[in-house]
């Protein structure tokens, strides 16, 4: 009988990556960051969403200033526009600095309301830049994609996880989170917010989980909820499963009140 590596069928990589491995590689992105977040003691995160696109106020600009004198009126348009939006980067820093500073303020063992992101660009780095500039922890949820960054540099050592599997990247954005922020986003923002809120809507998700939405006035043009109202296809009390915040103040009072109320208790006070 041999006990050489090879002739065992985990040590198969031909096997591990066919069709007939992949609940293998379903199981290995469950444990594997179950193992993470527990020799790190991460308790449970609070989840920033929002548009890989975005840039800081300080890339935008300089973009913009050193922008070719030739260039056309539409490229010129969208520096501009880039610029316009790096705002809501700027604000998801902050916000993610203050949580951050927050939480660790907390009498807990535990690593408690960890600022987490997708683990890319834009607002994602963004909300891990604000949690490491709060010398916090910040913890990045990566996706492998043929076309986009991953893995920003402020993502905190050993809590960068890579996933090839959309639901399981999700499902560990969902299991640990006791709050969400949704700044502006695309298509991927926009998924990301709806299942959400078909979950808690659906009660498969039964924790209080407070939800920021961040610029009503982006979101309303967005989506047309009065149209859902008004067409009977969502509730008026659907309405309360989130909440709008326009500013980065309003938002950190809302989304601490929530967790205090939902989550924290005795010597925390």
């Not at 969403?49 to 840039?55: D, L, Q, V, W």
């Not at 009390?237 to 989304?255: K, S, V």
């Amino acid at each position: 009988m041999s006990n050489k590596k090879k002739d065992r069928f985990y040590y198969d990589s031909k096997l591990i990556s066919s069709p007939d491995g992949r609940v293998l590689r379903i199981l290995a992105e469950y444990f594997g960051p179950l193992q993470r977040f527990r020799r790190n003691k991460i308790a449970d995160t609070i989840v920033f969403f929002g548009s890989a696109r975005i840039k800081s106020h300080e890339d935008a600009q300089r973009t913009l200033k050193d922008a070719p004198k030739n260039i056309s009126k539409e490229n010129k348009a969208q520096l501009k526009r880039d610029l316009d939006m790096s705002r809501y980067y700027e604000d998801a820093r902050m916000l993610a600095n203050k949580l951050t500073k927050w939480s660790m303020r907390l009498k807990e063992k535990r690593r408690r309301f960890i600022i987490t992101s997708g683990g890319g660009p834009g607002i994602m780095e963004a909300a891990n830049r604000g949690a490491a500039e709060a010398n916090g922890i910040a913890i990045g949820l990566n996706i492998t994609l043929p076309f986009e960054q991953s893995g920003n540099k402020w993502i905190s050592k050993d809590l960068s996880l890579y996933f090839h599997y959309f639901f399981m990247r999700k499902f560990w954005f969902l299991y640990l989170a006791k709050a969400l922020v949704v700044f502006p986003g695309g298509f991927g923002t926009l998924d990301e917010l709806m299942e959400l809120l078909t979950l808690i809507q659906t009660q498969k998700i039964r924790k209080k989980v407070p939800i920021v939405i961040y610029d009503s006035a982006f979101w309303k043009k967005a989506i047309n909820f009065d149209h859902l109202i008004k067409a009977g296809t969502i509730s008026e009390e659907d309405m309360d499963l989130f909440y709008f915040a326009d500013t980065i103040d309003d938002a950190y009072n809302y989304l601490t009140k929530e967790i205090v109320k939902a989550h924290l208790q005795g010597k925390n006070f």
